[in-house]
């Protein structure tokens, strides 16, 4: 047997997905992590629900309490919420449920890589649309693009990149595109910007949020998904039937019901001290995350000098991001040590 | 938008898989879970682990710790091993790597469900070879089966039925087979046997195995896959990077190093106490899992007397199922509430 030859034709071109990230370090800031872990109290909370763990039980399939406090949470149906093992598979179950072979993803080109790897994976075919000088959308080519696309995923703010795109110019997509309109709000807590009062008038509209990012759950993975409940009942055919463990579900829903602003507050004091910092050096993107897209000199200079100094960043090599590190808004510590590297000049 | 229109074809037929689960009970015997929690002293392990988890920081995405623990265990090297949100994520995954739309999909009937949910979920074509009168391969059948099938999946032992299939016919399917074969031992623990030792042979071979039954951990969705490292490769480039969170990481690796054997000796004690005090009442499938498959005289009805006593069973309803309940095998109170009413005449 030719174990190569066995492959599904469209994914024979594929690389796995690699988060580059360094093995051994001090600070990590290449994820888009929270820098601060759960607050005391929710870890205590977590814990108690922990410690009454039926680990021999499988997780509730239908996740009926986290559904109900994020849908009272966001003022929609638990009827159009569904959680995922993080955003990425809500963005698999999306392509799996709905693109036959050959369809077109569209995505705005940089953002994030999981669109165009989960297209291919499923056998779409990946249409990127270059952003415009201001890393703004480039109207007329969108509108282009997703003219017979099945999808167009919108990451808002948009990833590495940081910012988010004109809201003009994605009402004008949503309204052309004859199919779905993916608003990836992974970092809707730092932006405050959002398109969920829009779900209910627009069928095409499908908003994903996460716990990874604001919520400091990363390593939960837990995500989900807000859209019209037929594309919800169409998404729970393919899912996986119990995708969402229970110790998963009961962190989310503790943090659900968590207040984060003070948390959110502090990146983002500490993301505008670090944007006027480093304006004067380098070119860099003003930002609605919790992270600095930043052009650096030299990239493999900058790579190795956070290396030795022990700090994980996201480096970038190819195409239009070349020499762009993505810088994740960390501790003041964190902070403070990226700084003062960028600062040596790199 | 008319949203159904826009499924993916080979899904339009397909309706979400159904756990069928009562929603009060007293007892829980549907799922073949382990009807005994996590032992006290893995508990406590797997609380401290707990304590010391970064929830803001992304899994190990290689899961390398608890790959590591499982190679030494299993005699096989990490790079034979992959891990799943449960053995589900992996047979979904197995599917989506290696199958072209229409590829020919075999499995036994009845065995598990998922199968050919899955297969028709990644747009291939699931082929049911009927079980013989002994619930037994066909092995005629499926030899024919397998000329051409991009996979057979066989469950081993098989689920519903709690047999494993001859040992013979299976050997000269996998010599036979164009494409791979996939031994499901699930169940393992309790049958004592595995097509493990033959994985270096044939490299048409894919074993999985989960922390869900008799690690008593099917809250916390471990599974894991152990095949030639050339498949392993090719899976993780459709594998979502962080598919296992980082307790469920955690509790696996306790799990793997705890000892189950007492917990599996009570069960199979138990298991042919009930098949010695039903076989003269009913007809029952000798089990080589933690469950009995049980001919009643009226489906219908049992359910319901089930219902009324609070317990929680499998009942199958269709075909050649009609009028059989799949029972686990819990924690002796359990078991002697399910005998009682068995024992009254269902």
Redesign the interface.
């Known amino acids: 047997?030719n174990?190569?030859e066995?492959?599904?034709?469209s994914?024979k071109g594929?690389?796995?997905?690699d988060?580059e990230l360094l093995a051994n370090y001090r600070y990590?800031v290449d994820?888009n992590?929270?820098?601060?872990?759960?607050p005391p109290l929710a870890?205590k909370k977590?814990?108690k629900e922990?410690?009454k763990?039926?680990?021999?039980?499988?997780?509730d399939?239908g996740a009926v309490k986290l559904k109900g406090i994020l849908a009272k949470k966001n003022s929609v149906s638990p009827g159009s919420i569904v959680i995922g093992?993080?955003s990425?598979?809500l963005i698999?179950y999306l392509l799996?449920?709905?693109?036959?072979?050959g369809d077109i993803i569209a995505a705005p080109a940089p953002s994030f890589d999981m669109y165009s790897i989960l297209a291919l994976?499923?056998?779409a075919t990946p249409v990127m649309v270059p952003l415009d000088d201001n890393f703004d959308l480039d109207e007329a080519a969108t509108l282009k693009a997703v003219n017979g696309a099945?999808f167009i995923f919108l990451a808002y703010p948009n990833n590495p990149t940081g910012n988010c795109f004109s809201r003009g110019k994605i009402l004008k997509i949503i309204k052309a595109a004859?199919?779905?309109v993916v608003l990836d709000e992974a970092y809707f807590e730092f932006s405050g910007k959002t398109f969920l009062p829009l779900l209910k008038k627009h069928?095409?509209l499908i908003i994903l949020r996460t716990f990874?990012k604001a919520f400091?759950?990363?390593?939960?993975?837990v995500g989900y998904m807000m859209a019209?409940p037929?594309?919800i009942?169409?998404i729970?055919?393919?899912?996986?039937?119990?995708?969402v463990?229970?110790?998963?579900q009961a962190?989310a829903a503790v943090m659900a019901q968590t207040a984060i602003a003070p948390v959110v507050k502090k990146i983002l004091t500490e993301r505008e001290k670090l944007y006027s910092a480093l304006k004067k050096d380098y070119p860099v993107v003003k930002s609605d995350a919790n992270f600095l897209l930043i052009k650096v000199n030299d990239g493999n200079y900058a790579k190795k000098m956070f290396e030795k100094s022990g700090i994980s960043i996201r480096m970038f090599k190819d195409g239009r991001l070349k020499d762009f590190l993505r810088l994740t808004i960390g501790t003041p510590d964190e902070n403070r040590a990226a700084l003062a590297i960028l600062k040596r000049g790199v």
Chains 1, 2 share one sequence.
């Open positions: 047997m174990i190569r066995m492959q599904r034709s994914i594929l690389k796995a997905y988060p990590k994820a992590e929270n820098g601060y872990d759960v870890r977590i814990l922990m410690k763990v039926f680990f021999n039980r499988y997780p399939p093992n993080g990425d598979e698999h799996q449920a709905f693109t036959d072979p994976a499923n056998g099945k004859q199919g779905f069928k095409n990874s400091s759950l990363a390593s939960m993975r019209d037929e594309v009942s169409i729970n055919k393919v899912r996986l039937p119990y995708n463990n229970v110790v998963s962190c």
